[in-house]
């Protein structure tokens, strides 16, 4: 079923959205200065290709163990540098390509994983994509970890 859905979401503008994540990723490349962007970019250029059966997860999440300094500091000034960018023109291509495959009954799940995107879109650094069931298991594992400690009491 994911395979189907991914090649609709691909036939139905999908394609579109993963030539912008390209094109992003491209010129985060290119400006120097906002290299240390192309790496969520990249990320997010599978997710927005193959958006079935993968799930973009928070390295704060993947690792909880080691936090990284560079997204706990830096990162929301990547984020604000994302958005200025490239975050708000992508988040209107999911938002459009979402609006466009809803208006069709069989594209209403691949316009909602376009609506799950542009919110990714807007704030993407330090998301790592990985397998939904990967996701599942290290939310699992995080909140086993939290009941443990006493942090849901």
Request: hydrophobic content about 55%.
């Amino acid at each position: 079923m994911r395979t189907v859905l991914n090649i609709l979401n691909f036939v139905l503008g999908g394609f579109f959205t993963t030539l912008a994540w390209l094109l992003a990723t491209l010129v985060s490349i290119i400006l120097i200065f906002t290299l240390p962007l192309t790496r969520s970019c990249w990320e997010i250029t599978r997710l927005s290709f193959i958006p079935f059966g993968n799930e973009a997860v928070h390295v704060d999440e993947l690792y909880p163990e080691k936090k990284n300094a560079l997204l706990s500091g830096g990162g929301t000034l990547l984020n604000i540098l994302w958005f200025v960018f490239f975050g708000w023109w992508l988040c209107l291509s999911h938002i459009a390509a979402g609006i466009v495959q809803c208006c069709t009954i069989i594209g209403i799940p691949v316009g909602i994983a376009n609506f799950k995107l542009a919110a990714i879109a807007l704030w993407p650094v330090g998301r790592r994509v990985v397998s939904v069931e990967l996701a599942k298991q290290v939310r699992e594992a995080n909140a086993a970890r939290n009941i443990k400690n006493g942090q849901f009491r």
